[in-house]
């Protein structure tokens, strides 16, 4: 979604803000805009439709030597991208870039009739209130911004800059992340920790109704109702070479190829082996707490809700007396659920900050039910806001479709389960397999992304020619055929549906025909005859079937299988999905899209 950056300091402001513009390009956005303002207050503004290319272009006529300035990525809320809409926003000697939404826009509108609008957005709105209290500079520029923060409805993460103060950022949010770098004699702000990777190490993560005026060489933070808050420096843990594609031609195929490593790091002090025993220190519930729980809530957008359901079928395997229920986020916000007694809530996501989770998060710690954050983005708001929480580690997901994250979602809910089933009491012979499997995932990973990658590129031609795809599996297959289905239709465009196998007769076996592949995802195990009798039925209808399985004897005529000679009969679906997120890659590079910026996706969803 949207991005801010700002710099403040004895360097040159159009290098840093394009560099920093660059570096949250991944989170999706249609156009692009930076403002510099120099020591007499002049403002150098560019703005453009597009890619930050375009901005360049630009650039190179108005090359300034500017010290202080602010940029933004916008992607379309309110009016189409344009570069009378794009960010940063001008009322009278200030300029604003915002992310979030305004809600009480049109009302707050009608109060401002000496600003003349020159674009459709919220933002300017905002611009346009912040400079009614400013007078002209009459009154400092924290206090015209809190001002009019206390009449916004709605989500923020702003910076504001004004000519008559070319010393100072003001920065403020509500429900939109931001962060302050600490330099030597410079001072950044960012509305995501990558984009400060390379200048400092030492951050302030701002809080939800805090304010802070920005200077070189000070941060001065309060409330907006005016109560000072200490500043607590965090280090950020990210290194360059985490958010460089390090000789992969797209992020994405290195974050798919870099899920050994990642796994790794979701695992890291948490398993035993030897033991068969996991261990979790970041949920901070006790024994008697964990062995308490009777319903488990799992909640997530898009791949983390996949993750979710995916976790859910494993946990139920093991642990007995508990209901676990996967929920999709935008939904389970609005419904009027019973939240049994001794419930706890998993809180799933990559980047901390979707809007819709947050929301769930915030209403299920109002019903007094503990939550636990499952995360990847280290500072991020749900992982600040949740009771307790276990970091996947899986490092910066820059491509905007989910690879690594998902796969150490799943682990590491499964890993919380087996905490739940150990405090429970479950024996050790029936969680071992589990953690003997989890503890040898990496490896079975390194070995099935080496050994599938050329011949699902191979495959990808011809698949890529169909214009529907329809994943199948059951039990633990079904929700990764719902991921597979997911990536491929967010990044190449291929109309793709997950179905149960089971489902199939009840109405989707109607759809096969020459139109459609069909992906069969085929474990080993106790339901893998029902999946193959399923699948007689796709193929007596004349499918055109796409089989990944691990089961040796599988014969059926089918147009292609991929055989995976996996040590891993539990998760064998977990490994099936690392085909799916290679087929959808190599798909993708044959239709020719941007493979990690995908049209009208953005990484981190901070709209409702
Ligand atoms: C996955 O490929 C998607 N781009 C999307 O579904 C994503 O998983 C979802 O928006 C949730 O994001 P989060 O994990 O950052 O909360």
Redesign the pocket.
């Known amino acids: 979604m949207c991005g801010i950056v700002g710099y403040v300091g004895d360097k040159n402001a159009q290098d840093f803000l394009i560099s920093g513009l660059k570096r949250l390009e991944y989170r999706g956005y249609d156009s692009a805009g930076i403002v510099t303002l120099a020591e007499d207050g002049v403002a150098t503004l560019l703005r453009a439709k597009g890619k930050i290319t375009n901005l360049e272009e630009k650039l190179a006529h108005a090359r300034r030597e500017d010290r202080i300035g602010i940029g933004h990525t916008r992607w379309a809320t309110h009016g189409e991208p344009s570069e009378t809409n794009a960010h940063p926003h001008q009322a009278g000697p200030i300029y604003l870039v915002h992310n979030g939404i305004i809600e009480n826009y049109k009302e707050l509108k009608q109060q401002l009739k000496e600003h003349e609008f020159k674009s459709e957005t919220d933002s300017e709105v905002l611009a346009a209130l912040i400079d009614s209290f400013y007078k002209d500079g009459a009154h400092p520029l924290v206090n015209a911004v809190v001002q009019a923060l206390k009449l916004v409805k709605g989500t923020y993460g702003i910076a504001v800059v004004s000519v008559k103060q070319p010393d100072e950022i003001v920065v403020a949010r509500s429900g939109s992340p931001l962060v302050i770098g600490v330099g030597h004699g410079e001072t950044m702000i960012a509305s995501d920790a990558s984009a400060l990777v390379g200048h400092t190490k030492q951050a302030i993560y701002l809080n939800d109704g805090e304010v802070a005026t920005v200077k070189s060489d000070s941060v001065e933070i309060k409330t907006l109702k005016a109560e000072p808050v200490s500043a607590k420096v965090e280090e950020i843990e990210t290194n360059l070479s985490a958010i460089q594609k390090g000789g992969y031609d797209h992020f994405l195929l290195k974050e798919i190829m870099e899920q050994p490593e990642s796994l790794i790091e979701t695992l890291r002090g948490r398993v035993n082996e030897r033991e068969g025993t996991v261990r979790l220190g970041g949920p901070g519930l006790s024994e008697a707490q964990l062995r308490k729980i009777k319903h488990l809530i799992i909640v997530?957008?898009?791949?983390?809700y996949h993750a979710g359901l995916l976790a859910s079928y494993y946990i139920e395997k093991f642990t007995p007396e508990i209901t676990i229920e996967p929920v999709v986020a935008s939904e389970y916000r609005y419904r009027q659920v019973y939240i049994p007694k001794d419930s706890v809530a998993l809180i799933?996501?990559?980047?901390?900050?979707?809007a819709d989770?947050l929301a769930c998060l915030r209403e299920i710690k109002k019903q007094g039910v503990t939550t636990i954050g499952i995360v990847n983005a280290i500072g991020s708001t749900i992982a600040r806001e949740v009771d307790g929480g276990t970091y996947v580690h899986v490092g910066p997901e820059i491509s905007?479709?989910?690879t690594k994250?998902f796969t150490s979602q799943v682990v590491a809910m499964v890993i919380f389960g087996l905490t739940i089933a150990q405090a429970k009491g479950v024996r050790t012979s029936i969680l071992r397999p589990y953690v003997k499997e989890i503890a040898h995932l990496p490896e079975t990973i390194r070995k099935t992304l080496e050994s599938v990658k050329d011949s699902v590129n191979g495959l990808a031609g011809k698949y890529a020619a169909y214009e529907h795809g329809i994943y199948l599996g059951r039990d633990t297959a079904y929700p990764t055929a719902m991921e597979g289905a997911?990536?491929l239709k967010?990044i190449s465009y291929v109309d793709a549906n997950a179905y149960a196998f089971g489902e199939l007769k009840h109405g989707p076996l109607a759809l096969i025909d020459d139109r459609f592949f069909e992906i069969a995802l085929l474990p080993k195990g106790e339901l893998y005859d029902k999946a193959i009798s399923n699948l007689q039925e796709v193929l007596a209808r004349g499918g055109h079937v796409l089989a990944i399985t691990n089961e040796e004897s599988f014969d059926l005529p089918v147009d292609d299988v991929i055989r995976l000679d996996v040590d891993a009969e539990l998760f064998a679906p977990l490994i099936m999905n690392l085909v799916l997120q290679l087929l959808a890659y190599y798909v993708t590079v044959a239709k020719g899209y941007d493979v990690d910026q995908p049209r009208n996706?953005a990484?981190?969803?901070t709209v409702e």
Do not use: F, I, Y
């Open positions: 997530g957008c898009g791949t983390a799933v996501s990559q980047s901390g900050e979707t989770t905007v479709a989910s994250a997911l990536k967010e996706l990484k981190s969803v």
